[in-house]
């Protein structure tokens, strides 16, 4: 038989706030490692907006004699050259990012009990982590 529970005691503002401390902490955290993860150079040569100009002039002359299951993937390929090329002169700007890292990473890590080489191993910058306070022995 299943015993009962007294009343829920209230949060004390103490807890409160340490809770939305450490969801402001996480996402400060999550943010910065997803930007990292979307700006990890990728393998091979890279693309100049030269090389993704010249492939979009291409196409466009292509289209031209296309059949139809070809015009398909020629559309396709131009439409994802366009967006690389907007990405690519949007730029990323990761400093803003990286500054309020620097703000929380030891305090989030102490409390995670994440290590320096943890960070290291998710592509966090040594500069950034001694930045935040780290030492390699951390």
Excluded: C
Excluded at 19 to 32: H, I, K, S
């Amino acid at each position: 038989m299943a015993t009962k529970r007294g009343p829920k005691s209230p949060m004390s503002a103490q807890h409160k706030q340490a809770l939305a401390t450490g969801r402001v902490e996480g996402r400060v955290v999550r943010d910065y490692l997803e930007a990292l993860r979307n700006n990890r150079p990728k393998r091979g040569r890279k693309r100049t907006p030269e090389s993704i100009k010249r492939r979009l002039k291409a196409i466009k002359s292509e289209l031209e004699s296309a059949d139809a299951l070809n015009e398909l993937k020629l559309v396709q390929e131009q439409m994802d050259l366009e967006q690389e090329l907007a990405g690519l002169n949007a730029g990323v700007d990761l400093s803003g990012l990286e500054a309020k890292f620097i703000k929380v990473a030891k305090a989030y890590s102490e409390r995670q009990g994440i290590t320096y080489s943890a960070w290291r191993k998710v592509g966090v910058e040594p500069r950034v982590l001694k930045a935040a306070g780290f030492n390699r022995a951390d």
